[in-house]
């Protein structure tokens, strides 16, 4: 079992940057493949950026393409999400989550662990 913590959210202007930051715990052996989805308000979710389990390989959204940054830190056991330029329609609940595939996924459904969310509001 595998639980998740994210961390990092916040208002910030149009324009701005933050770093979100997903802790994880429990027995685990820290290689699953890890991913950051949104929900807006009123939206259904939606996929952000994945990383394999090493972090050589990853893979976005075209929202986010130049914008957003995806990382790990193994040691840590922390993925973290850097997000510049934000934007307006960026505001939503962030979402870190693990899957048990070894490969990159985009789907909430191929996802096993999530975390409780992280809300980002981005101001105009």
């Known amino acids: 079992q595998v639980q998740l913590v994210e961390s990092g959210g916040g208002l910030v202007q149009s324009g701005g940057s933050l770093r979100l930051s997903c802790a994880a715990s429990g027995r685990t052996s820290w290689t699953y493949t890890m991913g950051w989805f949104r929900r807006a308000p009123g939206k259904e979710r939606e996929f952000v950026q994945a990383i394999n389990w090493n972090g050589d390989s990853t893979y976005y959204a075209d929202s986010v393409k130049g914008r957003f940054t995806i990382s790990r830190d193994n040691a840590k056991r922390t993925l973290y999400l850097q997000m510049n330029s934000l934007k307006p329609e960026d505001t939503a609940v962030y979402y870190c989550?693990?899957?048990?595939?070894?490969?990159?996924?985009?789907?909430?459904?191929?996802?096993?662990?999530w975390g409780q969310g992280t809300q980002v509001t981005v101001s105009s």
């Open positions: 989550a693990a899957s048990n595939l070894a490969r990159l996924a985009d789907h909430g459904d191929e996802y096993d662990y």
